[in-house]
């Protein structure tokens, strides 16, 4: 970690040809180069035309740059950017100048690690900007907007709020050891915990949906040899990432792919086709197939229309249901407008498609968009959706509160009880910030990108 009085520079845009690339730079020295690298002062907030000259007095290239005044920036210090023409060859020119005029390199997620010490963001909105720039679909993007507005940060506000009046009725008997927690303090505090720990359990049951927007929903692709799964995923992807043949078992591993569909990003998975009776190695992909399936959040069931639906293994019939499963009926091209030989599992919803023509494709779009819609919090409601770490932490929250309430009833030692709630408000604190550890800081803000 750089000296946090250092100034900091690094390309906040990515390497490569562009329209135009910017150079950040944060720290106390950004006045004094601004002065120097283009003779004049500059303006807060305004963005100014110049050329931009290095320490040998040689043209760089011609800019515009714009100075942030401290506290008003997104680091809390004087900020300056420049934005060069987007050749990496000029931002590299500029960084190498602001290094020799003393600038350090800035290290991954610097910028935002002080904007978090600066107070300018708690640690779930640090978080949160990290989600943005990574943010698939459309509805990942509008959950990191969300915590990045402080939601998350305000739930935990509250739930605080609300143990700390317990925590404070506690306190006042610990200097009275004789005197025990009296009986009708005793149910108010009851009652605390009791809602304190069902908003928690609610707020970590939202883990599941901070999976599904941040990795994608699993959408498994199953069915028997040969109806047109591999198809369907080269036809969802729009390019043919996967084998096909005319010859059953030609897909053996399952394969993955990353898709768009709507608001949504999907984990495509093709499998192996469900053969009664495989081969040897046909059956350790049969063997990946089930387990995938397993782990699904969705299921698209293939069936080849042409003939009739071999029966399904009981434990795969067992796992799909109507509210996560959709039936593909493929190759409806074939069937010359005849009566559909294939009938899926009756209760399952079902849409006809061809691969081959995209007849469906859209139909089939828009009957998965329903289904992961319900599998994700509503868009215009609240769209908490924690990640691993908050999730941790709530855990811990959710045990020192369960032992909580069994030191409250029967009463154990008063100190014992109010060290258990300031073992949950602890937990609490880490989720949007009161971080003084540094090592956690660090290895947070080093899974995020230079120049962040
Ligand atoms: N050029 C540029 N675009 C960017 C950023 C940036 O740093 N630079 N951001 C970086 O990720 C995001 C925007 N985030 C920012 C957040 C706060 C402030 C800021 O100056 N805040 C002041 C003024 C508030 C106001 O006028 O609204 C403040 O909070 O006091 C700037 C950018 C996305 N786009
Ligand atoms: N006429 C027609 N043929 C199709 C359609 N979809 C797939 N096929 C053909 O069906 C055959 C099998 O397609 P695949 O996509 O390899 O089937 P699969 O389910 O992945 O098969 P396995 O990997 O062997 O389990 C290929 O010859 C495809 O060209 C369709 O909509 N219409
Ligand atoms: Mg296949």
Do not use: W
Request: aromatic share 4%; glycine share 8%.
């Amino acid at each position: 970690m750089s000296d946090s009085s250092a100034t900091i520079a690094a390309p906040a845009t990515p390497a490569g040809t562009s329209a135009i690339a910017v150079v950040r730079v944060s720290g106390p020295e950004c006045a004094a180069l601004a002065g120097a690298i283009f003779d004049s002062p500059l303006p807060a907030r305004t963005a100014c035309h110049h050329d931009y000259r290095d320490i040998a007095g040689q043209t760089v290239d011609d800019v515009l740059v714009t100075f942030f005044a401290g506290p008003h920036s997104y680091t809390g210090e004087d900020v300056m950017e420049i934005s060069t023409h987007g050749n990496p060859l000029i931002s590299q020119l500029v960084l190498d100048d602001l290094f020799k005029r003393g600038c350090q390199p800035a290290e991954a997620g610097e910028f935002t690690r002080r904007a978090f010490l600066n107070g300018r963001l708690d640690l779930s909105q640090a978080e949160a900007v990290m989600d943005l720039i990574h943010a698939r679909s459309a509805r990942a993007v509008a959950a990191a907007n969300q915590q990045l507005r402080g939601s998350l940060g305000q739930h935990m506000t509250r739930l605080t709020d609300e143990l700390l009046l317990a925590l404070a009725r506690v306190e006042a008997y610990i200097d009275f050891p004789e005197e025990d927690l009296p009986e009708e303090d005793r149910g108010i505090v009851g009652d605390i915990l009791t809602n304190v720990l069902r908003g928690t359990e609610r707020l970590l049951a939202t883990h599941r949906y901070g999976d599904l927007l941040r990795d994608g929903i699993k959408t498994v692709i199953l069915g028997e040899p040969n109806a047109g799964k591999s198809s369907l995923l080269n036809t969802l992807i729009g390019r043919e990432r996967a084998l096909v043949s005319d010859e059953p078992g030609t897909t053996r591993d399952y394969l993955e792919e990353t898709v768009i569909v709507g608001p949504h990003c999907l984990r495509l998975i093709d499998t192996a086709g469900l053969n009664p009776t495989p081969g040897t190695v046909e059956a350790l992909g049969i063997r990946k197939t089930h387990e995938r399936i397993e782990e699904a959040d969705l299921c698209l069931l293939v069936l080849d229309c042409t003939h009739p639906t071999p029966p399904l293994p009981d434990d795969i019939a067992a796992r799909l249901h109507a509210n996560d499963t959709v039936v593909v009926l493929n190759k409806i091209d074939l069937t010359n407008h005849q009566p559909l030989v294939a009938i899926g599992p009756a209760d399952l919803p079902t849409v006809q498609v061809s691969t081959l023509t995209g007849a469906g494709i859209k139909e089939l779009e828009a009957k998965i968009t329903e289904i992961a819609d319900r599998l994700q919090p509503p868009e215009a409601g609240d769209q908490i959706a924690i990640n691993a770490r908050h999730a941790d932490a709530l855990r811990r929250a959710t045990e020192c509160l369960a032992t909580a309430r069994q030191n409250l009833m029967p009463l154990g030692p008063t100190e014992l009880l109010a060290s258990d709630l300031r073992g949950v408000l602890d937990a609490y604190g880490e989720i949007a910030g009161r971080i003084d550890n540094e090592d956690m800081l660090d290895r947070l803000f080093s899974t995020f990108c230079i120049g962040k």
